[in-house]
T-cell receptor, first 114, second 116 residues
Framework: AQSVTQPDIHITVSEGASLELRCNYS??????LFWYVQSPGQGLQLLLK??????LVQGIKGFEAEFKRSQSSFNLRKPSVHWSDAAEYFC????????????FGAGTTVTVRA | KAGVTQTPRYLIKTRGQQVTLSCSPI?????VSWYQQTPGQGLQFLFE???????NKGNFPGRFSGRQFSNSRSEMNVSTLELGDSALYLC???????????????FGPGTRLTVL
């Protein structure tokens, strides 16, 4: 069965420090990969997406993600975190085998300390 | 362009009642998807509508239904509400003709449903 795993439920990081959020997927073929962010009381906002091509993807708000086929991973990174990055982050996957329905990971909550 | 709007933002119902939630997609977007978000189950896909037709469906009971109108606005209905239906219901729209997940989906702020 297809699945998306975000191993870290909660991460605390100091402002200005780097951030890496992990995402692993289990799909029969290369899926379409997304990272979304959700602030409290808000909907989801797309940070970046990977369909094909360059495996290092740049997104909004200074985020980037790297697709590693051999590890079935799509980890999200930011070199220097700002207090406004405190939010919940979701990795999502869609694949043709599933008619491109989005499957979401459980989410990682990021807390930023001053 | 205006973003995805959902009404109402908050709703309180009692068990056994039914509820209708509304979603207005971004102008020009023809695909509307619905998701349920709960602390225990996370984000789960409910269904997707495209050109007034249900194109994809998740694993939810028949109490959950939806429809889409000719102007792409969508409604979802939950009948015979249960306590476990308490959740944030998110609507997302996309513009492409391919089925939802392959295209960027723009999410609304959600409707918070509480079932007492």
């Amino acid at each position: 069965a297809q699945s998306v795993t975000q191993p870290d439920i909660h991460i605390t990081v100091s402002e200005g420090a780097s951030l890496e959020l992990r995402c692993n997927y289990s799909y029969g073929a290369t899926p379409y990969l997304f990272w979304y962010v959700q602030s409290p009381g808000q909907g989801l906002q797309l940070l970046l997406k990977y369909f094909s091509g360059d495996t290092l993807v740049q997104g909004i708000k200074g985020f980037e993600a790297e697709f590693k086929r051999s590890q079935s991973s799509f980890n999200l990174r930011k070199p220097s975190v700002h207090w406004s990055d405190a939010a919940e982050y979701f990795c999502a996957v869609g694949a043709q085998i599933d008619d491109y329905k989005l499957s979401f990971g459980a989410g990682t909550t990021v807390t930023v300390r001053a | 362009k205006a973003g995805v709007t959902q009404t109402p933002r908050y709703l309180i119902k009692t068990r056994g009642q039914q509820v209708t939630l509304s979603c207005s997609p971004i102008s020009g977007h023809r695909s509307v998807s619905w998701y349920q978000q709960t602390p225990g189950q996370g984000l789960q896909f409910l269904f997707e509508y495209f050109s007034e037709t249900q194109r994809n469906k998740g694993n939810f009971p028949g109490r959950f239904s939806g429809r889409q109108f000719s102007n792409s606005r969508s409604e979802m209905n939950v009948s015979t509400l249960e306590l476990g239906d308490s959740a944030l219901y998110l609507c997302a729209s996309s513009e492409s003709t391919t089925s939802g997940g392959a295209d960027e989906q723009f999410f609304g702020p959600g409707t918070r449903l509480t079932v007492l």
